[in-house]
């Protein structure tokens, strides 16, 4: 069952900030994400590939799906010819598999770089030398297929609201960063996803532009 006024205080915060919603649907049934599309939702965030593909056959072929969970590179064939946005690339190892298979596939594949900004070891990312890195090798011609479209990080979880806000600081300034190094030559690079259910408000007040919401919305899992 939806919160429908919840889904919308959300969607006009995000509004009011210049921000996309994400509606993160993983563990929810197709009857919910149906009814939110309904109210006009046609951005959904999945975490895994298995449940994005059995759920994205039942669903609207208008809805733009973004896988925000950790990817494996097994997984890759999958999910390319239906994801819209990937946003958890956080190994160029990952890349490199993104790009070979959208080459076989034919496809150019819309990413987000995955930043490592939490203190917690279970979360996955990159650094800024290894962005930096990445980017370059873009400029060589490394990743035709790819589009480095921007960041995404999580905030640690935690009840101490001082470091989220560092931490999503950290990642607004090397977004910043990258946007004054590289505009021209990434003219695709515009999205900084950062904010969940507990610190999307704190996140948009820091700059995000894509916050991705799911228990608020959905209710808890």
Same mark, same amino acid.
């Given at each position: ?181 590289? =505009? ?8 900084? =996803? ?28």
């Amino acid at each position: 069952m939806i919160k429908v006024e919840a889904y919308q205080q959300v969607l006009k915060q995000c509004r009011n900030a210049g921000a996309v919603l994400v509606a993160v649907s993983k563990t929810k049934p197709v009857e919910d994400i149906l009814a939110l599309y309904e109210l006009g939702q046609k951005i959904f965030g999945e975490n895994k590939v298995q449940e994005l593909l059995e759920k994205q056959p039942l669903l609207p072929k208008e809805i733009q799906w973004h896988l925000i969970g950790h990817l494996q590179t097994n997984k890759v064939k999958q999910v390319l010819p239906f994801v819209s946005l990937i946003h958890s690339v956080d190994s160029e190892k990952l890349l490199v598999e993104i790009e070979n298979e959208a080459k076989k596939q034919d496809l150019q594949i819309n990413i987000l770089l995955q930043v490592k900004i939490a203190e917690e070891d279970t979360k996955f990312g990159l650094n800024a030398n290894d962005i930096s890195i990445i980017l370059n090798k873009a400029l060589s011609g490394h990743y035709p297929h790819v589009n480095m479209c921007g960041l995404m990080g999580m905030a640690t979880l935690t009840d101490d609201e001082s470091q989220v806000e560092n931490e999503f600081n950290l990642l607004k300034s090397l977004y910043d960063n990258i946007l004054e190094k590289y =505009s021209m030559q990434f003219p695709s690079f515009k999205t900084l =996803s950062m904010g969940m259910s507990g610190d999307y408000q704190l996140a948009l007040s820091r700059g995000s532009n894509m916050v991705r919401v799911g228990s608020l919305i959905f209710g808890e899992r």
